[in-house]
């Protein structure tokens, strides 16, 4: 009996205290939070500056068009004989025309012939490489399914380009997807050395962050256009210092669509061998500038149009052969200025080049080929 009425007064006194606790904002004023200590009211934002409204609505309109790639390498268990696929690389890419095509730089698939391409509804589709130009850093990979692909990024132009303007890239720094930064043009024409050997000429240069990742990603004017494709950064650290660098649009929109073609881009030749020490020292003795003509390739624009290479004749002298100085009136310096100004043109070009022989000057007319 006892022990049945201890157990009915604990029970009452655990219900009186269940009741207290659930009342002490009522009946025990002291433990109450102290009078005045309230979430401050909250300040109206008003509506966002109009260069923020432009920023937002160029980021999302833009980057559902922007991907994420991954490159993987299948591996072969000896012991299961399963094949999984390891991740090698990433990137970012962009859709580039209605037709499946998306375009990235060469370095973030070379060694592949697919990649997997996530957009930013984290579906996750398979693309093959279509097409490459290691000397531009340019890749082209087609996705092999098309179901609801986002539009095209909007194509812009670089040649009106001008420093100090507003830039906008949209990337995969470090894995993550779908990242905006902002800056301006820091500089143009910039030249760094190029993944296949050689330079990367006429480059955008821009402090706007671009970090590992970022390779193959959309840079875009304040008008939301394609204005270059990001390609490499300068940084000892490997993160972005604010140096770096796009390959001009005008540039990819002449590769792009060979590469989608023919797989690959050949750039118009006009068939002479150069060297560009022989050059630098036969214009330091004439005191004059350009490159100097070697050896002209039988059947090729440069022997149809009567340019005349470097010969020895019998008698062991040297009759130096034709110094090409400009095409079109662009100066030109060295091999690569040459390259350059060849890559402005395409299969059957007709150009006027400015040459040097024997002390006189002249200009012939050249149709550019394709020859190799």
Excluded: C
């Excluded at 409204?53 to 922007?66: D, M």
């Excluded at 087609?142 to 990337?171: C, E, K, T, Y």
């Amino acid at each position: 009996m006892n022990k049945s009425r201890s157990l009915m007064v604990f029970l009452w006194l655990l219900l009186a205290v269940l009741l207290l606790w659930v009342a002490q904002p009522v009946w025990i004023p002291w433990l109450q939070e102290p009078s005045g200590v309230v979430p401050r009211p909250v300040m109206a934002r008003g509506d966002l500056a109009e260069n923020e409204q432009a920023t937002i609505e160029i980021f999302e309109r833009n980057s559902p068009s922007v991907v994420y790639i991954t490159t993987v390498e299948r591996v072969l268990n000896v012991w299961s004989r399963n094949v999984r696929e390891i991740p090698q690389g990433t990137g970012t890419g962009f859709v580039w025309d209605n037709t499946g095509h998306i375009v990235t730089n060469y370095h973030v698939v070379e060694g592949h012939d697919s990649a997997k391409i996530r957009f930013a509804d984290q579906r996750v589709f398979e693309a093959a490489v279509v097409g490459v130009s290691p000397e531009h850093d340019l890749a082209v990979l087609r996705l092999q399914d098309m179901a609801d692909a986002p539009p095209p990024v909007q194509i812009g132009s670089s040649s009106d380009l001008r420093v100090g303007q507003h830039v906008l890239a949209i990337g995969n720094p470090f894995g993550l997807d779908h990242t905006l930064t902002a800056g301006i043009i820091s500089a143009l024409r910039r030249s760094i050395d190029g993944e296949e050997g050689g330079s990367m000429d006429g480059l955008i240069q821009t402090d706007a962050a671009i970090n590992p990742g970022n390779s193959g990603g959309p840079l875009l004017d304040s008008a939301g256009r394609l204005i270059g494709v990001n390609v490499a950064i300068y940084s000892p650290s490997g993160a972005s210092a604010g140096i770096g660098f796009a390959i001009p649009v005008d540039v990819v929109n002449r590769v792009v669509p060979r590469l989608v073609k023919e797989g690959r881009y050949t750039r118009p030749v006009l068939g002479v061998a150069l060297d560009d020490s022989i050059s630098e020292r036969i214009n330091a003795k004439l005191n004059t500038t350009g490159v100097l003509v070697l050896q002209v390739q039988p059947n090729t624009p440069a022997a149809q149009a009567g340019i005349r290479g470097t010969q020895l004749t019998v008698q062991d002298e040297l009759i130096l052969g034709d110094i090409i100085q400009a095409i079109d009136g662009k100066a030109i310096g060295n091999i690569n200025e040459l390259n350059s100004l060849l890559d402005n043109y395409s299969h059957n070009s007709k150009v006027r080049i400015s040459l040097l022989r024997q002390g006189q000057q002249l200009e012939v007319d050249v149709v550019l080929s394709l020859f190799r």
